[in-house]
């Protein structure tokens, strides 16, 4: 319970305008993607698994963080209103029922930017205070 509790204090801590690192979440691609900017859906297609090509036919390679990181339930609660084990129950569905495989997790941001910048067709989520020339920022999330 303590635990929870601490969670949920460390999480409203970040989302304050004046909190954390963390509070500005933003969808990175590889900057030789020829990807300029996403919209919501198409954020929200490429992260649950509907849309695995960009419009210019370059394979999305998604990457996300995992649970224990506090921008992951930030980044998924400003998409699309669902908390963490929402979106684990939707993938688990998703990958019993064989139709698609979750994305691959990362443990830290320096990760995620690694495999963006790695891979042509990388789209992951990092605070916009991290991204650099190596990427393009596509997406902001506003709280």
């Known amino acids: 319970m303590a635990g929870k509790l601490l969670r949920l204090l460390l999480l409203t801590w970040?989302?304050?305008?004046?909190?954390?690192?963390?509070?500005?979440?933003?969808?990175?691609?590889?900057?030789?993607?020829?990807?300029?900017?996403?919209?919501r859906s198409d954020v929200i297609n490429v992260f649950f698994g509907?849309?695995?090509q960009f419009f210019n036919g370059i394979e999305a390679q998604a990457i996300d963080l995992l649970d224990q990181h506090p921008l992951r339930e930030i980044f998924y609660q400003r998409l699309v209103g669902k908390d963490l084990a929402e979106?684990?129950?939707?993938?688990?569905?998703?990958?019993?029922?064989g139709r698609m495989q979750a994305p691959l997790r990362a443990a830290s941001i320096d990760e995620v930017l690694k495999w963006v910048v790695e891979h042509p067709g990388g789209i992951g989520f990092i605070p916009l205070a991290r991204?650099?020339?190596?990427?393009?920022?596509?997406?902001?999330?506003?709280p």
Do not use: C, K
Request: cysteine-free; hydrophobic content about 50%.
């Open 14 to 39: 970040l989302l304050l305008p004046s909190g954390g690192a963390w509070a500005d979440p933003v969808v990175i691609v590889n900057s030789r993607s020829g990807i300029a900017v996403m919209s």
């Open 131 to 142: 991204a650099d020339a190596r990427v393009r920022v596509v997406f902001e999330l506003q």
């Open 87 to 97: 979106v684990n129950a939707y993938w688990s569905r998703q990958v019993f029922s």
């Open 50 to 52: 509907r849309n695995r």
